[in-house]
């Protein structure tokens, strides 16, 4: 009787096949405890960049004391203050390898404080009582401003160009809000003498926050990478300049740095490009790149 060659099947044999899924049920499975480290690790809690976040926290708490208290001038130092300890508590979660989804929604929650609320009570209290429920609309749309900025930050991060922020981040506009104050304090001008002005500058910097105009992050700027001597000669003149008038200086600043993201919308509205910074499929931002 001829034979006729049988296919094998594609596992093998069935020895094989059996020594195959005994290993397969050796592997780590979702339930495992390091498959789920990650996550675990992700929802911790550190103590080093939590901190700093704690004392922005404070720093803007701080400013609604101190305005309750007329002391006005001490509040547009605690918000600058707030400001500076934002900036670093990132860095250091990321230089500690400390980062996680709790200091994340810690750090809004702080910053809704810092440079939602405080400045728009501390502005309110200066210069805005006067006007009645002009004033305190102004106070309302700075502060709905911040917090609808801070909502869109957090759920757009990860599909925006990193080397521009959607609207004037809040720090920025709380420093505007803020110098303004500290500013004018410094120059013995009455809040009230000045309440039209303020109630222009908070309506501005709330809408702005809110707006798609694009402002530099300076994200994409490299700190480990060699520079210039001319460079930190630079550095040194903007402290020596911030040290030898910190209310005019500082206001200056972020005045400039609040008007130049209408700067390079313009331009290139002029240009016929387009000033989207969502990220296109290439992961760049249209018309940014």
Known sequence: MSSFNRRKAKGGTPAKAARAFRHSLRRPT????????PTLRSRSIYL?????TTAGLFCGFFAIVMAMNLKFDQAAIAIFAAMLLDAIDGRVARLTNTQSAFGAEYDSLADMVSFGAAPALVVYE???????KWGWLAAFVYCAGAALRLARFNTNIGVVDKRFFQGLPSPAAAALVA???WLMDDLRFA???LSWY??????YAGLTMVSNVPFYSFKDVNYRKSVPFIAVFVIVLIFVAVSSDPPKVLFGLFVLYGVSGFAVYFWRLAKGRPV???????????GLD
């Open 30 to 37: 979702l339930d495992s405890a390091d498959a789920v480290q």
């Open 198 to 203: 303020t109630w222009a500058i908070t309506l």
């Open 191 to 193: 809040g009230t003498d």
């Open 48 to 52: 080093l960049p939590n901190a700093f």
């Open 126 to 132: 200066w210069s805005l009582l006067g006007l009645g």
């Open 276 to 286: 989207s910074i969502i990220e296109t499929g290439n992961g760049k931002g249209e």
């Open 179 to 181: 110098g303004f104050v």
